[in-house]
């Protein structure tokens, strides 16, 4: 009946780290060792195991966040720049003679002669004529004032 017994502790003792291993998830075991032995006429079986509980050793990665350096403002020099625009010029314009306008009139007299004669309807003028204009690009030299802005880099 001894046997039994015995058998029953070594297997006992043996599964031991096994239920350890499974009961603490978090545990991670550093070493595990079981040996069966023989001394004389009795037999022995040991185990040791070592284990240890926590968090895995290492550290954390490091950020070093730069520092904010604000953009350095620069000054532009003012300057002459070419512009180039659009611009309407009007046609040129003229002075037209305009004759007068006549017209013949008939009429009876009292003794039934035909009489005839030229009456001005409208009388002789000048008018001014504009010709069409047309649009055309020109370019302008302007001055641009100097300024502050940021350089971005």
Known sequence: MKAPILL???FA???LPLVVA???PGAQAQQLRIGFGKQGHHG???VSAGIGFGAPVCSPPIRVQRPYCAPQPVWDPGHYQDVERRVFVP???RQEYVPAVFEERYWRDYC???HVERVEVRGAYWRTVQ???TWKCVTERVWVEGNWRVHAD
Do not use: E, M, W
């Open 91 to 93: 046609g040129c314009t």
């Open 131 to 133: 010709a069409p204009g």
């Open 22 to 24: 499974f009961v603490a």
């Open 13 to 15: 003792l043996a599964a």
């Open 112 to 114: 039934g002669r035909l």
């Open 44 to 46: 022995s079986i040991g």
């Open 8 to 10: 029953r502790r070594a």
